[in-house]
C-alpha cells in the first residue's frame, strides 16, 4: 500500500471571502461483496458557488475522519486507512468559462483517510475561484466529484457477512489565509457482504503522519541578519512513520516555485529540507526542495513501534534570491510519500 499526505507551507493568515459558499452532497452507500474491495465512483460532490465578480486564489478542501468506522452493533471496526478518496471530475460554469479541470487545480489523485486528522482534497488550488460576468451578480459555481474506495484485503474475512459500518467524514473549505468558508458532515455506509475469492496476503502497511503544528511550516526573514546568515526552522518529532516493512520516504513540491498573491515568485529549490531521527536503522538524505521527487529518508520495519522524525527547512546564509526578491509572502505545497523499499 502506498500512503501520501501532503503538507501545506503557509506563510500568512486572516481574510474571509464572503463572495463564495460551500456545499456538498454524497451518494453514500458502498456493499464490499469481493476480498479486492470495492469503489463507489460517485461518493461524493463539493460544489463552490457565489455570484458577481470575484477572484479567490489557493484555496483548499480537506476530508477529516471525525470518528472511528465502527460497525452498527459497536464490536468491529474498519481502519480508516483501508478508505480512499479518488478526484473523479470537475463541472460547472462561470465567466469566462470553463471552470478549472482537476490537473489544473492540482489535486492527488489518491488521499487515504486519518481518524481525527485532516487531510487535503485539494491542498493549495493552483487555479482560482474565478468569475467576471457580464451581467451584475452573473452565477458561478464549480463541482468536483470524488470516488470512494474500500480498499481489498485479508483483513476483511475478520467481519461477519452483512455488518454495516458507518463513516463520519468532515469535510472542510478554507481560503489562502485558513479561513473557513464552509464546512458540511457526511456519514458513509459501508456494508461487507459474503466475500468471494480466496483471501490475499495482505500488501506492506506503512502509516506517515504530520504533527499538527508542523503541517504549516513558517520561514521568516525579519532583519538584515537573516539575508546574511539564512533562516531556519525545526519541527521536532514531526513526521511520524509506523511500517511493517523496510520503507523509503519521498518529497516533492507540488508547484515548481514559492508564489505569492502579488505575482511574484521565489525558485522552490531555494529551500533546503533535512529529516533527523535518533532512531537506529535509519538513513536521511538533506535536500533542496524540488517538483521532481526526491529520496528523503529510509528505514527497516519498524515493528509495531511509532518512528518520529525531526523536519528542518533552511536556506543559506547571503542568498541573493532572498536578497533580491520582494517583500512578500510566499507559498508552495509539499507531498510526502511513503512506499516499500
Same mark, same amino acid.
Given at each position: 500500500?502506498?500512503?501520501?499526505?501532503?503538507?501545506?507551507?503557509?506563510?500568512?493568515?486572516?481574510?474571509?471571502?464572503?463572495?463564495?459558499? &460551500?456545499?456538498?452532497?454524497?451518494?453514500?452507500?458502498?456493499?464490499?461483496?469481493?476480498?479486492?474491495?470495492?469503489?463507489?465512483?460517485? !461518493? &461524493?460532490?463539493?460544489?463552490?458557488?457565489?455570484?458577481?465578480?470575484?477572484?479567490?486564489?489557493?484555496?483548499?478542501?480537506?476530508?477529516?475522519?471525525?470518528?472511528?468506522?465502527? =460497525?452498527?452493533?459497536?464490536?468491529?471496526?474498519?481502519?480508516?486507512?483501508?478508505?480512499?478518496?479518488?478526484?473523479?471530475?470537475?463541472?460547472?460554469?462561470?465567466?469566462?468559462?470553463?471552470?478549472?479541470?482537476?490537473?489544473?487545480?492540482?489535486?492527488?489523485?489518491?488521499?487515504?483517510?486519518?481518524?481525527?486528522?485532516?487531510? %487535503?482534497?485539494?491542498?493549495?488550488?493552483?487555479?482560482?475561484?474565478?468569475?467576471?460576468?457580464?451581467?451584475?451578480?452573473?452565477?458561478?459555481?464549480?463541482?468536483?466529484?470524488?470516488?470512494?474506495?474500500?480498499?481489498?484485503?485479508?483483513?476483511?474475512?475478520?467481519?461477519?457477512?452483512?455488518?454495516?459500518?458507518?463513516?463520519?467524514?468532515?469535510?472542510?473549505?478554507?481560503?489562502?489565509?485558513?479561513?473557513?468558508?464552509?464546512?458540511?458532515?457526511?456519514?458513509?455506509?459501508?456494508?461487507?457482504?459474503?466475500?468471494?475469492?480466496?483471501?490475499?496476503?495482505?500488501?506492506?502497511?506503512? =502509516?506517515?503522519?504530520?504533527?499538527?503544528?508542523?503541517?504549516?511550516?513558517?520561514?521568516? %526573514?525579519? =532583519?538584515?541578519?537573516?539575508?546574511?546568515?539564512?533562516?531556519?526552522?525545526?519541527?521536532?518529532?514531526?513526521?511520524?512513520?509506523?511500517?511493517?516493512?523496510?520503507?523509503?520516504?519521498?518529497?516533492?513540491?507540488?508547484?515548481?516555485?514559492?508564489?505569492? =498573491?502579488?505575482?511574484?515568485?521565489?525558485?522552490?529549490?531555494?529551500?533546503?529540507?533535512?529529516?533527523?531521527?535518533?532512531?537506529?536503522?535509519?538513513?536521511?538524505?538533506?535536500?533542496?526542495?524540488? !517538483?521532481?521527487?526526491?529520496?528523503?529518508?529510509?528505514?527497516?520495519?519498524?515493528?509495531?513501534?511509532?518512528?518520529?522524525?525531526?523536519?528542518?527547512?533552511?536556506?543559506?546564509?547571503?542568498?541573493?534570491?532572498?536578497?533580491?526578491?520582494?517583500?512578500?509572502? &510566499?507559498?508552495?505545497?509539499?507531498?510526502?510519500?511513503?512506499?516499500?523499499?
Amino acid at each position: 500500500m502506498i500512503k501520501i499526505i501532503t503538507v501545506l507551507v503557509l506563510l500568512l493568515s486572516q481574510y474571509c471571502y464572503s463572495q463564495i459558499s &460551500y456545499y456538498s452532497w454524497v451518494n453514500s452507500y458502498i456493499q464490499i461483496n469481493s476480498y479486492d474491495g470495492n469503489t463507489n465512483p460517485d !461518493a &461524493y460532490t463539493a460544489m463552490m458557488s457565489g455570484n458577481g465578480n470575484f477572484n479567490i486564489p489557493s484555496w483548499r478542501l480537506s476530508a477529516k475522519l471525525k470518528q472511528p468506522i465502527k =460497525s452498527t452493533d459497536g464490536n468491529y471496526t474498519i481502519p480508516g486507512n483501508k478508505i480512499s478518496l479518488h478526484p473523479v471530475a470537475s463541472s460547472g460554469q462561470g465567466e469566462p468559462g470553463p471552470v478549472p479541470t482537476i490537473p489544473q487545480i492540482g489535486m492527488p489523485l489518491n488521499v487515504i483517510l486519518q481518524e481525527g486528522q485532516e487531510v %487535503f482534497l485539494v491542498p493549495n488550488s493552483n487555479a482560482p475561484l474565478y468569475n467576471q460576468p457580464s451581467q451584475p451578480n452573473g452565477y458561478y459555481n464549480l463541482q468536483i466529484k470524488f470516488s470512494l474506495t474500500v480498499m481489498g484485503g485479508a483483513y476483511l474475512g475478520s467481519y461477519p457477512a452483512w455488518m454495516k459500518f458507518y463513516a463520519p467524514v468532515e469535510f472542510t473549505m478554507y481560503d489562502k489565509y485558513n479561513n473557513v468558508i464552509g464546512k458540511m458532515t457526511h456519514n458513509f455506509e459501508i456494508q461487507i457482504g459474503t466475500l468471494s475469492g480466496t483471501p490475499p496476503v495482505d500488501p506492506p502497511q506503512m =502509516s506517515l503522519t504530520f504533527a499538527p503544528n508542523a503541517q504549516n511550516a513558517l520561514l521568516e %526573514f525579519k =532583519s538584515m541578519e537573516d539575508y546574511t546568515n539564512g533562516v531556519s526552522v525545526t519541527y521536532n518529532n514531526a513526521l511520524m512513520v509506523k511500517s511493517n516493512t523496510n520503507y523509503q520516504i519521498k518529497l516533492k513540491s507540488l508547484q515548481s516555485q514559492f508564489t505569492s =498573491s502579488y505575482g511574484n515568485t521565489i525558485p522552490i529549490d531555494a529551500v533546503k529540507l533535512a529529516l533527523s531521527s535518533a532512531t537506529v536503522n535509519t538513513n536521511v538524505y538533506p535536500i533542496s526542495l524540488s !517538483a521532481t521527487s526526491q529520496l528523503v529518508a529510509k528505514g527497516n520495519a519498524t515493528q509495531g513501534n511509532m518512528i518520529y522524525y525531526d523536519v528542518k527547512y533552511s536556506t543559506i546564509h547571503n542568498d541573493e534570491i532572498f536578497i533580491n526578491a520582494k517583500s512578500d509572502d &510566499y507559498t508552495a505545497t509539499l507531498q510526502y510519500e511513503i512506499t516499500p523499499q
